[in-house]
């Protein structure tokens, strides 16, 4: 195998290759402003069977944050026609090292003038850390729910639980964050009273 690559050694994406005009026109049209998406990170260390993400303890390797709001920087006066300040991050880990979220947060809040999103796990988040986050714009977290069932869960190798679930959706209304659910229906061994949870749940 190929060593891994010391991805803060990389240069930004050439993004000018890209016609990001069109992309970023389609995320106007069905969001009501741009949105570009942009990943601080490589790698997942956890095991769920259905992700499309090489993982499975595998080591995430991480930007540097400077490196991380340079290319954020650089987005926004490139497309500054747009008026872009609304990013996504759409990395499996984003929020799984405490120490380098608070260095990423720290940097946006120095320049606030940003406005994010991001992926993350219910078991990844506090009351505190999400503080921070809001801090320095984060508007909205998109967790991997996946179903409301900790059987079925536990069957993916999610390696969360439904009460993690309800908690993480309570800190993001605590810290004023719009929390958003990723599901996924007609999973092995899932039963039609299985979705009926999942309804209730998500009310």
């Not at 929020?95 to 120095?110: D, G």
């Not at 958003?180 to 009926?196: H, K, N, R, S």
Request: hydrophobic share 35%; net charge neutral; aromatic share 10%.
């Amino acid at each position: 195998l190929a060593p891994m690559v010391d991805i803060s050694e990389l240069p930004l994406p050439a993004w000018s290759l890209y016609p990001i005009d069109k992309y970023l026109q389609f995320t106007q049209s069905i969001r009501g402003f741009p949105v570009m998406h942009i990943m601080s990170s490589r790698g997942c260390v956890h095991n769920c069977t259905f992700c499309d993400y090489e993982s499975g303890r595998v080591q995430v390797r991480r930007r540097p944050a400077e490196h991380v709001v340079d290319e954020m920087q650089e987005l926004s006066e490139r497309y500054s026609r747009f008026g872009l300040k609304d990013f996504y991050f759409f990395d499996p880990s984003f929020m799984s090292s405490r120490k380098w979220s608070k260095q990423l947060y720290t940097e946006l809040s120095n320049i606030g003038k940003f406005n994010w999103g991001c992926l993350a796990r219910v078991d990844e988040i506090d009351k505190n850390i999400l503080s921070h986050a809001r801090e320095s714009g984060c508007q909205y977290i998109n967790f991997g729910v996946e179903a409301a069932s900790d059987r079925i869960l536990k069957m993916v190798g999610k390696g969360t639980n439904i009460q993690q679930v309800r908690e993480a959706f309570q800190l993001c209304h605590d810290t004023g964050i719009r929390p958003g659910a990723f599901l996924l229906i007609g999973l092995p061994q899932e039963t039609p009273e299985d979705i009926e949870t999942m309804k209730n749940l998500l009310k």
